[in-house]
């Protein structure tokens, strides 16, 4: 009887859901996109201008073609940060200060992950370019599952979510949705299951083929880049799973760290492993703690790929960019690799990859000398990079 009961309340449930859906739509017409299928689906280059409708900040205009060399950038908001207002911390502003008689023309769009850019690329033609530079990636990891937010779900979740993306009942939710899936101010979200992990494989090779695609469909030569994370930001997610006291103390450990070191990072790392065991929480503490150079980096790769919610793309990403970028002959600027070594703890970002102006002129420093150099390639020489 109960069983009935509940099959019954569901299906009343369904057709009450269905009812109002139905009332608003006659009502208020068509619900409007949520904000994730605004940027990453109606965005479109005009000969003029870069248009997105529902989200006007994103749009710019677009001078005419000059006798310089014009160079495209695409990719997210670490390509252009339509909210930040400092457009000295969008790195394609200082490479365009570095090379004067190039016209450097900044088209990223934030949410953007590679099919967005892909589809951006298809409408290049338009605008004549004469070399394409694409830094992207960490959209391809943080919004496969989270849809533009970050939060974690469970995979029966999925078609609901689907469902409701396009209803009014997501436009009335979402406040109740961003209230309850607020980020503490200190440790990460707690999760418990492994999805990212488990999916892992399918968005690695989903991002490797896109990528390649984005290479084939550009009417210029394209330049790749590899991807920067700051390693002072803590990770979004903690799978908490078989840790049944991890969740009670994340707040207590770091989610930044500023550049800091010191007695309470050890203290942090004592007390994570004690609860948390081997998760991303522990593994990033263990990187700040580690004097060999080799094991940081061990940890840091593993911070990255165990984060259960991320927001930064793991730095296997940046091997199959690397990988694209031999199968392709396309020109790679390794900014993870070649920056590395002069990382300013504190001063080249602002939040986990969005970089302050200091890191946008670090970028641009290192990618420079390979945009020039495939200029040249291409048949414009004589653009040497200025301090």
Not at 139 to 157: C, E, H, K, P, V
């Amino acid at each position: 009887m109960n069983g009935r009961k509940s099959i019954l309340g569901g299906l009343l449930a369904t057709l009450l859901l269905g009812l109002v859906e139905s009332v608003a739509r006659l009502a208020g017409g068509p619900p409007p996109p949520s904000g994730n299928v605004v940027r990453l689906g109606t965005c479109r280059i005009e000969v003029d201008r870069l248009v997105c409708p529902g989200a006007p900040e994103q749009d710019i205009a677009i001078p005419p073609k000059s006798e310089r060399p014009r160079v495209v950038v695409l990719g997210g908001s670490t390509v252009r940060n339509p909210f930040n207002p400092n457009p000295d911390a969008d790195f394609p502003t200082h490479l365009a200060r570095s090379i004067p008689r190039v016209e450097v023309l900044n088209l990223g769009c934030a949410g953007l992950d590679t099919a967005g850019v892909w589809a951006l690329a298809r409408q290049l033609p338009v605008l004549a370019p004469d070399l394409v530079v694409l830094h992207t990636g960490h959209n391809d990891y943080n919004a496969t599952l989270f849809q533009g937010r970050i939060r974690a779900m469970s995979l029966w979740s999925l078609p609901v979510e689907q469902a409701l993306s396009a209803s009014w009942i997501r436009v009335w939710l979402t406040p109740v949705r961003r209230l309850r899936d607020g980020k503490p101010a200190s440790g990460g979200i707690a999760v418990e299951h492994d999805i990212v992990r488990r999916v892992r494989p399918d968005i690695d090779a989903r991002f490797r083929d896109e990528l390649a695609s984005v290479v084939r469909a550009s009417p210029a030569p394209v330049v790749l880049t590899t991807l920067l994370r700051n390693f002072d930001e803590g990770p979004n997610g903690v799978d908490v799973t078989g840790h049944p006291t991890c969740a009670s103390i994340l707040p207590r450990l770091p989610s930044r760290l500023d550049g800091a070191s010191g007695p309470s990072i050890p203290g942090a790392l004592a007390l994570a492993e004690a609860h948390c065991g081997d998760t991303s929480v522990t593994w990033w503490l263990r990187a700040h703690t580690e004097a060999d150079p080799s094991k940081r980096a061990h940890a840091w790769r593993l911070a990255l790929a165990l984060d259960a919610a991320p927001v930064r793309a793991p730095l296997s990403a940046d091997d199959i960019v690397r990988e694209v970028a031999a199968a392709t002959g396309a020109p790679l600027a390794d900014l993870a690799r070649d920056m590395a070594g002069g990382y300013q703890p504190g001063t080249w970002f602002y939040d986990p990859l969005h970089t302050s102006a200091a890191g946008a002129g670090e970028m641009a420093r290192a990618l420079c000398p390979v945009v020039t150099g495939a200029l040249a390639t291409n048949g414009f020489p004589g653009h040497a990079c200025s301090e």
